[in-house]
């Protein structure tokens, strides 16, 4: 069982704290299923690959995937990079990574090659083609609207205030809001993706066409109305 | 912000996105801090050819750094030449100059404020704290 990343330095009142989803998340990449598939795209002595991931709240999962990266990959050498609408989740995302990234190479472990978290909406900063493995734990909770991002968010430390309270509840609700049947911001990422993900190898299989997806986690039979998945999408 | 980053990063606007001129964006105003950083020889030979040599190099004249060589190097050249007589076995060469350079630049060498500016459209994305804000007014989208 490979350590969780600590997320103690992180302020829940404006960050999403860790739950069951990210969790389901984390156990389903370290499955052999799924390193065998990141292992054989992505061979050693190959170029770097990078992973982006969207949405990197607390960053419990970009430091996962950063210091585990020789297990999961089978390599160390690999990029990892962020993106949060919600500033704070950008610096507590770095602070996240470097913890874990210390941790391990100080157990004389080998981990991956953390690049920064950027304040952004899903993958618009990213250059096409630049990504190779794309990793989003989306807000999907049905919410009747979808909250907006701000573009000037002034970090407002200090005493707390009513302002500070109703931006903090403003980030909280970004972090689960999914808006109509939950999807609203899935489907802007989907339509991202053939753009944003990067044609490797040269299609000698062209034929195939479309895209796959499969679910390769799930939490099973639970009370209550959730019921997660985790899907795995690619491009043959 | 790692220098490194700026090798992904393109403006967020739709309509620049076909643009080259949006890629690499220029960084603008930029102060600049060195973050120590432990160097892995194996990442930075196949970090190479992921890097868009051109545009690294057009940032690092911008930002007043030494430029990069004119070429990619070849990978070979980040290991030090044992020939230097010192009785090194070639099995345990270090990492060469240029390596130790180019890790500097890459993975050390951070915008801790500033602006990217698009080449395209202008706009200018603010780093504050070594954070980029990509964050766009709706009428920008």
Redesign the interface.
Known sequence: MLPTPSTSHVNYDRIYEPAEDSYLLLDTLALSTETKFLQDRFAP????P?VLEVGTGSGVLLAFVTAHAEILFGR??I?T?G?D?N?FA??AT?ETVRVAVTEQ?KAGK?PG?F???????LS?????G?VDVLIFNPPYVPTETLP????N?EPLDGPASQAAFERDSHLLALSYAGGADGMETTNRLLDQLP?VLKDVLKRICEGLGGWNAEVVGTSGQKAGWERLCILRIWRP | MKLLTLNFLTCARKTCKSSPAAFPLHPRDAELEQVETEMNPVFLRNILPRLEWEAMRSITTELGLPSLPAETPDPGALLENDGNGDGEDAGSAGPSQIARDLHALLMETCIASGKLVCGNCGHEYAVKEGIANFLLPSHMV
Request: charged fraction near 20%; hydrophobic fraction near 30%; proline fraction near 3%.
């Open positions: 002595a190959t170029a770097s990078l160390a050498d990029t990079i993106t609408v500033p950008c610096g770095a190479a080998n090659h690049c920064d978290c950027i304040n952004g909406d618009t900063a990213l250059r096409h630049s907006e991002a701000r573009s968010q753009d």
